[in-house]
């Protein structure tokens, strides 16, 4: 039986279909669906991970034990799992160990645009790069039996294209492997040096057999054509679909579903047979450099950026062929991510910004802070970051920051590496603001449950973690809880914590507009007569706010009544917000 497929669902599918007992994960799009979809199997545990690098140990824990395991996360996210990585290419496995990297080319939603196969290379592990949700399927399985085969963890390699496309994906019956024995194997796991050192020759002799594999491989294959008889084309993962959207069979290729360690003698028979050769990749020229190395001629990035999704109208244009009018995409206006109406992070932004202060921010929906008209977040560097980075801010200004500068840091993303930070702050002491945005869910990737919400990625009841008790123990002195629907509130309770002198934590609680289980008040709405037209409320940037016939007006399908905008108004003429 087939069925249309997400990119990430067949993968899920395919960890299924290959008798996969453990899937551990951060979510970070584009690979969430990954994990969502393989927890509606009963056969494979899931769980959301506090970070990925937790993630990967509780998969190598569970290969250890002799289960085959798997670990998702966004490209980022594999450098916080960098550690285990490298040295569980030095270990190997025991049951297959798969790690799944979801790239996003374009940036749609990441704070760089990092090519993972550099890890690949790195670490010396295997990668697998599909270009569409069929491969997806295949190379999920194909990844299980290669780790298997050669000892070693396989990274299976996504893209924001691929996660989120969809093709016809054949469904086969899932396969139950029997457990592998664990045997006691000190030399094998315990990389103490005298270990580690004998190991990394036999890292790079496995290489060289994994190497010798992807000659044959049919994951990597080459496509003659007769037309474009001088020029050939190597390429992989979305770039294939685009060449073949461009040139259908018109044109030879090169097509390599390994994409690390790269098929030496494949390169050099298929270049050889074209006067010129090009090489179409996204991002770094991974496999250009590689190419230039072996001595073939081609050419790559002189014809493509760096940087960016690649598309056909992109690949066109590197071959000077006129573009297919029907295939034309008309220019859409921009759409920029906004905070949702009743978005319970606004209500602080605004108070934030009202009072002048430097905020260092973190990865979530609150980054949205930065934007128009808040312009409150000063600083956004990577998960956690806001919390030591205000320890640091904090200890070269001393005085001069330490009352003006705050810290906001998500639920979740506190959970995954905001801690260490807060214990840093009570250990080396500074007199810094950290501000936790608890709105009881993982917002940004789409509302997964974390370890503050009391409850598993199933949605079963799960250990919550209790925030205001964890600071405390963490050192911090004063712990603060606040609405941030209440303006005046949130006011009083941030200037009164800034001007301490220890090391403090505000809790801004208040649940994600969006959750299903959040009861909305009825829609405020605007008397006419009272407004005066000072565009008071239009200040926190609601969507649901606009400016009608010079007066303002709540789009009441938007208005969950949070009553934010109903306290700037000096005039009163926001009203209701009764419970609906």
């Not at 140990?57 to 996210?77: D, I, N, P, Q």
């Not at 979305?238 to 690390?260: H, N, P, R």
């Not at 840093?424 to 869910?441: E, G, H, K, M, P």
């Not at 600071?471 to 949130?490: C, F, H």
Request: charged letters at 25%; aromatic letters at 6%.
């Amino acid at each position: 039986m087939k069925k249309l497929m997400l990119g990430n669902e067949a993968v899920a599918r395919g960890f299924y279909e290959a008798g996969v007992r453990l899937i551990s994960s951060y979510p970070g799009t584009p690979s969430t669906e990954i994990t969502e979809e393989a927890a509606k199997y009963d056969e494979i545990y899931c769980e959301w991970a506090p970070n990925e690098k937790v993630a990967a140990e509780v998969a190598y824990g569970a290969s250890l034990a002799g289960g085959r395991a798997v670990c998702c996360m966004k490209h980022v996210g594999l450098n916080v799992a960098a550690d285990p990585l490298f040295t569980l290419s030095y270990t190997g496995v025991n049951a297959s160990l798969v790690i799944c990297v979801a790239d996003d080319p374009g940036m749609h939603s990441s704070q760089n645009e990092q090519d993972s196969r550099h890890y690949a290379e790195a670490a010396k592990i295997p990668m697998l790069e599909p270009a569409d949700s069929k491969e997806a399927k295949e190379f999920a399985m194909l990844a299980c039996e290669l780790s298997e085969k050669y000892d070693t963890p396989v990274l299976l390699r996504m893209c924001t294209r691929i996660a989120h496309s969809q093709c016809a994906v054949e469904m086969n019956d899932r396969t139950e492997v029997p457990l592998k024995d664990y045997v006691k194997d000190p030399v094998k796991y315990v990389m103490a040096p005298a270990n580690a050192i004998r190991k990394h020759p036999k890292v790079e002799q496995r290489t060289l057999d994994i190497r010798a594999f992807s000659e044959t491989a049919s994951v990597n294959r080459i496509e003659l054509s007769e037309d474009n008889a001088d020029t050939g084309i190597i390429t992989s993962g979305t770039c294939y679909e685009y060449v073949k959207e461009v040139f259908g069979d018109s044109i030879s290729v090169l097509k390599l579903g390994m994409v690390y360690p790269l098929p030496d003698e494949l390169l050099k028979t298929f270049a050889a047979r074209f006067k010129r050769v090009v090489v179409i990749e996204e991002l770094d020229p991974v496999i250009e450099n590689h190419c230039k190395a072996l001595g073939i001629p081609v050419e790559g990035k002189n014809l493509f950026p760096v940087t960016g999704e690649f598309s056909q109208t992109l690949v066109r244009k590197a071959f000077g062929l006129t573009e297919n009018e029907h295939a034309v995409v008309p220019e859409l206006p921009n759409r920029p991510p906004v905070m949702c109406a009743g978005c319970p992070h606004r209500g602080l932004f605004y108070t934030l910004s009202k009072l002048k202060l430097t905020v260092i921010g973190d990865i979530g929906c609150y980054t949205l802070g930065a934007s128009a008209p808040l312009f409150a977040v000063d600083s956004v560097l990577c998960m956690g970051a806001s919390v030591s980075g205000l320890h640091g801010f904090n200890k070269i200004r001393k005085t001069e920051s330490e009352n003006k500068t705050v810290a906001v840091i998500g639920d979740s993303t506190f959970m995954h590496s905001g801690m260490t930070g807060l214990a840093d702050i009570a250990y080396n002491d500074t007199r810094s603001t950290v501000i936790i945005l608890d709105n009881s869910t993982t917002g940004m990737t789409g509302h997964q449950n974390n370890p503050t919400n009391g409850y598993n990625i199933k949605g079963d009841p799960a250990a919550k973690i209790d925030l205001e008790t964890l600071a405390k123990a963490l050192g911090i002195q004063s712990v603060r809880t606040i609405d941030p629907y209440n303006l005046k509130e949130t006011e009083t309770v941030i200037k009164e914590e800034i001007a301490k002198d220890c090391a403090s934590v505000i809790i801004s609680r208040r649940p994600c507009a969006l959750l299903k289980t959040v009861r909305k008040k009825a829609p405020l709405t605007v008397n006419i007569e009272a407004c005066r037209s000072c565009r008071s409320c239009m200040r926190i940037g609601c969507p649901a706010i606009s400016m009608k016939d010079n007066k303002a007006f709540i789009d009441a399908t938007q208005c969950t009544g949070c009553g934010v905008c109903s306290q700037m108004c000096a005039f009163s003429a926001i009203e209701g917000g009764e419970e609906a």
